[in-house]
Nanobody, 125 residues
Framework: QVTLEESGGELVQTGGSLRLACTAS????????MAWFRQAPGKEREFVAA????????SYGDSVKGRFTISRGDAKIAVYLQMNSLQPDDTAVYYC??????????????????WGQGTQVTVSS
């Protein structure tokens, strides 16, 4: 059982930046694909980014490509999400997830076993 906890969400103005962090209760490197998803009110959970188990291979949702960067942390930080050029449409609760999806399924929430409680990101216009 892996416990995940997100941090770093806050209110930011359009065009601003934030860095989210996901801490894990045990080592995730080499064991799990780490991913970020987000969910806005009234919308389905949306894939944001994923980082493969053993290396630097990353995947991004179309709406965040070129603006967001996922990276592996150290010690207790399993993964970061650097978010730049934030827009009001980025407003959502952001979730960290860990799982073992196959390459073509990293964007599917149901492929992930463990989830954090989420952190709120609000982008004001």
């Amino acid at each position: 059982q892996v416990t995940l906890e997100e941090s770093g969400g806050e209110l930011v103005q359009t065009g601003g930046s934030l860095r989210l962090a996901c801490t894990a209760s045990e080592r995730t490197t080499g064991r799990y694909v780490m991913a970020w998803f987000r969910q806005a009110p009234g919308k389905e959970r949306e894939f944001v980014a994923a980082l493969r188990r053993n290396g630097g291979i990353t995947s991004y949702g179309d709406s965040v490509k070129g603006r967001f960067t996922i990276s592996r942390g150290d010690a207790k930080i399993a993964v970061y999400l650097q978010m730049n050029s934030l827009q009001p449409d980025d407003t959502a609760v952001y979730y960290c997830a860990a799982g073992t999806p196959i390459t073509g399924a990293v964007h599917m929430p149901r492929m992930y076993y463990y989830w954090g409680q989420g952190t709120q990101v609000t982008v004001s216009s």
